[in-house]
C-alpha cells in the first residue's frame, strides 16, 4: 500500500485548534486519568443539573454496562438550540439545499427554536412524551432535523428509517420498537424522481402490529396526491396552525436514550443501537469541532442522509451543539449533473465538507472536468467516511478536488461508536493515503490475533477498543444480551469492532476491512482492502470487491468484481492485464484467480458494498443470499449471478 507521507501544512496549523504537541497532550491525559479529562470537557454542554460523576464502565464478561455523567441531567434540544439564542439568534443554523438547484433556504436559530418547539407541542397533542418512541420515515428536508429535535425535546426516543427503504423494513423496525407515532412526508424528491413516502406508510402500517400506529403526521413536501385515514394521519402544516411555537424541554437523565438507529446491514441483520443523551453529546460535539476544526463563522457540509448514523452526529447534533451552519442536501452528486457537489459548494461557500469513498469513485469515474469547472476556493478540509478510502481515491480527493490545499481527514467509526474514533486532526496529523492515522482522544485501540492474544507495535489483526468513551452505544435495543454477545464475547474485556486493521510503526492505523472478509491464500491472511486497492488503481477500473471462495490448491482463491470507467468493455485481453497489474502491485500471492466484469456491485443504501453477497456468488451458494433489505438496488445482484465465472 501507499507509504507516501504528507505535511501538515503550515496554512492548517496556524488555524488550527489542535497542533501536534497539543494532540499529544491531550491524548495522553485522556487515557492516563478518563475521569479528569472528561470531567472537564464534559462541561462543554449545559447541564440542567451538573453531573458530578463521570465515568461508570464495565467490559467484564456478564457485566457490560456503560455509564458517563450519570447523576447529571440535560436536554439535547436546548444544547442544540436555546443556549445560542442570546449569542447567535440569527446567524444561520441550517442551510438547506432542494434537490432542485433553484431551490435552497437558509433557517436561524431563532427559526430553529420556533420550528421545533411547534413541532414538540404537535406531537405532545398526540400523547408523546418521555421515553416513547417515535419512527422518522422523511427526505432530507429541514422537518427531519425539526422532528429530531423535537423528539429529543421531549425526552422522546426518535428512530429513524433510510427514507429508501421498503414498507416491509419499515415494518420490522416500527414493530422493533413500539412506535406509536410516525412522521413522514407525502412524498420525497431524489435526483428529480419521487419517493412514494406515506404510501410505503400505509403498506407497513398493515403489516405491523395491530393498532400500534396511532397517529401518522405527514409533511407536505410535493404536494402530491396521499390517502389519508381520518382520525389517524395529519398533515402537519394543519396540525402546526394548532399550537404555539413555545415548548418546554424535558430535563433528563443523562443515561436516557436520545435515539434507536440500526446499522447497515452488511455483514448481517442490521443491529438496534442505542446511543443516550448526555455522553453522546458531549462526544459528538467534541469530535465535530476537533476532527473538522470548526471555527465559528465556517460552513460546513456532511453529504449523508439523516437516515444514517453519520446524519445524526455529524449533520444534526455535533454542529448545532457546536452552534454552527451545518448544510442539509436533498438530492444525490449525480443530479442534474455530475458537477452537483461542487456546484452547492460555491453556491454556498463551504468550508468543510464530508462524504463517503464509494461517492467519490463514483465521481471520479466521471473525470476531472465535471470537478474543475467549479471554483471550490472556499473549501479548507475534506472528510470521508463508511469504508476504507483506497490510495487512489484519497489522492484524487486531495489533488483533483482540494487541490493539495485542503487537510483530508479519514475517519473510521461505527454507528455502534456514536462519534469518530480514529482521525487525523487537520493542524496536527501527518497524513498517510489510506489510513484513518491515529485514535481521538479517550480512544485506546488495541490489536489482537484470533486468539485474543494483544500484538504490540507494527502488526496486522483485529481491531478492539480496550476502554469506554462517551459516545459508545449503551444496548441493543430490548436485547442486552445480543449486544453482550456481538461486541464483548469474541475478545474478553475488550470491545470487539468486527474489523481488521493494521498498525505500522509510526502507529497509524489502516482499516482493512470486515474481519469475516479476510481472505487465506496458501495460508496467507489478506485483507480485502488490499486488492481491491491495487485493483482501482488501473487506470481502467471503477470500483472492485475482492472476496475469498474455495479453491483446491490455495485453500481460498481469490474473485474480483470490477466495474469499468463509463463507457469500456471488459475482455480476456483486459483480464490478464488486471492479473499482471496486482501481481506486480502487491505480489503474486495477491493475483486474482477469477475476474467478473460486473456493470454495478451490491451496495448498502448508504454506499457500502455488501461483501457477503458477492462471497455467496462466488462460492456458487446463492440460493440464499441472507437479509437483503437493505440493498439499494436489489436487480443488481440478478446481474451477477447470471454472470458469474466459472472456476476450473
Ligand atoms: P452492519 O454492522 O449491520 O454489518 P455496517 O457495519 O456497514 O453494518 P455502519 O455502522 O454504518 O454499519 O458502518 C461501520 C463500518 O464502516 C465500520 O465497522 C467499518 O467497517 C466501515 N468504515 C467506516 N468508516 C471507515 C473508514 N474511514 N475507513 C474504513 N472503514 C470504515
Ligand atoms: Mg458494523
Not at 16 to 22: R, V
Amino acid at each position: 500500500m501507499s507509504e507516501k507521507v504528507i505535511d501538515v501544512q503550515d496554512a492548517w496549523r496556524e488555524r488550527a485548534l489542535i497542533d501536534d504537541a497539543k494532540y499529544k497532550d491531550m491524548y495522553t491525559a485522556s487515557v492516563s486519568d478518563p475521569d479528569a479529562f472528561w470531567a472537564e470537557h464534559g462541561k462543554r454542554i449545559d447541564w440542567s443539573t451538573p453531573f458530578t460523576k463521570v465515568k461508570n464502565t464495565s467490559f467484564a464478561p456478564g457485566n457490560i454496562s456503560i455509564k458517563w455523567f450519570e447523576d447529571g441531567k440535560t436536554n439535547v434540544a436546548l444544547n442544540c438550540i436555546d443556549r445560542h439564542l442570546e449569542t447567535r439568534g440569527d446567524q444561520t443554523a441550517i442551510i438547506w439545499e432542494g434537490d432542485d438547484p433553484n431551490e435552497s433556504k437558509h433557517i436561524t436559530y431563532r427559526q430553529l427554536h420556533a420550528e421545533v418547539c411547534r413541532m414538540a407541542n404537535v406531537l405532545r397533542n398526540r400523547g408523546v412524551g418521555k421515553g416513547d418512541r417515535v419512527t422518522l420515515y422523511l427526505p432530507m428536508i429541514p422537518e427531519a432535523a425539526y422532528a429530531m429535535l423535537a423528539c429529543a425535546r421531549l425526552g422522546a426516543i426518535h428512530a429513524i428509517v433510510f427514507g429508501g427503504f421498503s414498507p416491509d423494513s419499515l415494518a420490522s423496525r416500527i414493530n422493533g420498537c413500539g412506535s406509536k407515532v410516525v412522521i413522514t412526508a407525502d412524498e420525497g424528491l431524489r435526483g428529480g424522481r419521487k419517493v412514494p413516502l406515506k404510501a410505503n406508510v400505509d403498506e407497513a402500517i398493515k403489516r405491523v402490529e395491530k393498532d400500534l400506529v396511532e397517529h401518522v403526521i405527514v409533511v407536505q413536501r410535493t404536494g402530491g396526491n396521499v390517502a389519508m385515514e381520518p382520525g389517524r394521519d395529519v398533515y402537519y402544516h394543519e396540525a402546526a396552525e394548532q399550537v404555539t411555537d413555545d415548548c418546554p424541554a424535558e430535563a433528563v437523565d443523562a443515561e436516557h436514550p436520545l435515539f434507536i438507529l440500526y446499522t447497515s446491514g452488511s455483514t448481517g441483520q442490521p443491529k438496534g443501537v442505542v446511543h443516550t443523551t448526555g455522553g453522546y453529546l458531549v462526544y459528538a460535539s467534541m469530535t465535530h469541532q476537533y476532527v473538522f476544526d470548526y471555527h465559528d463563522g465556517d460552513v460546513y457540509w456532511c453529504t449523508a442522509d439523516v437516515g444514517w448514523v453519520t446524519g445524526h452526529s455529524y449533520i444534526v447534533y455535533g454542529p448545532l451543539a457546536n452552534g454552527a451552519t451545518t448544510l442539509m442536501f436533498e438530492g444525490i452528486p449525480t443530479y442534474p449533473s455530475n458537477s452537483r457537489f461542487w456546484e452547492v459548494v460555491d453556491k454556498h461557500n463551504v468550508n468543510i465538507f464530508y462524504t463517503a469513498p464509494t461517492a467519490i469513485r463514483s465521481l471520479m469515474g466521471g473525470g476531472e472536468g465535471p470537478v474543475k469547472k467549479t471554483s471550490r476556493k472556499s473549501l479548507r478540509v475534506l472528510g470521508s467516511v463508511g469504508e476504507p478510502i483506497n490510495p487512489e481515491a484519497w489522492e484524487w480527493y486531495y489533488n483533483v478536488v482540494g487541490e493539495q490545499r485542503c487537510s483530508i481527514v479519514d475517519t473510521w467509526w461505527q454507528t455502534e461508536t456514536g462519534g469518530i474514533l480514529i482521525t487525523p486532526l487537520p493542524g496536527a496529523t501527518k497524513l498517510k493515503p489510506g489510513s484513518a492515522t491515529r485514535p481521538f482522544f479517550g480512544v485506546q485501540p488495541v490489536m489482537v490475533d484470533a486468539e485474543g492474544k494483544e500484538l504490540e507495535g507494527k502488526c496486522e489483526g483485529n481491531l478492539c477498543i480496550k476502554d469506554s468513551w462517551p459516545g459508545q452505544m449503551r444496548t441493543v435495543y430490548g436485547d442486552h444480551e445480543r449486544f453482550e454477545q456481538t461486541y464483548f464475547s469474541t475478545y474478553k474485556n475488550l470491545y470487539f469492532t468486527g474489523d481488521g486493521a493494521r498498525r505500522d510503526d509510526d502507529g497509524y492505523y489502516w482499516i482493512t476491512g470486515r474481519v469475516d472478509d479476510v481472505i487465506n491464500v496458501s495460508g496467507h491472511r489478506m485483507g480485502t482492502a488490499e486488492v481491491e486497492s491495487s485493483l482501482v488503481a488501473h487506470p481502467k477500473v471503477s470500483e472492485a470487491a475482492v472476496v475469498g471462495y474455495p479453491h483446491n490448491v490455495k485453500g481460498q482463491g481469490i474473485y474480483a468484481y470490477v466495474t469499468l470507467n463509463e463507457g469500456l468493455e471488459g475482455d480476456d485481453t483486459l483480464r490478464k492485464e488486471l492479473v499482471t497489474w496486482v501481481r506486480k502491485d502487491i505480489g503474486p500471492i495477491a493475483s486474482p484467480d477469477l475476474i467478473q466484469f460486473a456493470p454495478g456491485l451490491p451496495k448498502t443504501r448508504s454506499g457500502k458494498i455488501m461483501r457477503r453477497i458477492l462471497r455467496k456468488i462466488a462460492e456458487d451458494d446463492f440460493g440464499s443470499l441472507g437479509d437483503t433489505s437493505t440493498l439499494a438496488e436489489p436487480a443488481v445482484v440478478d446481474d451477477l449471478i447470471e454472470n458469474r465465472q466459472n472456476r476450473a
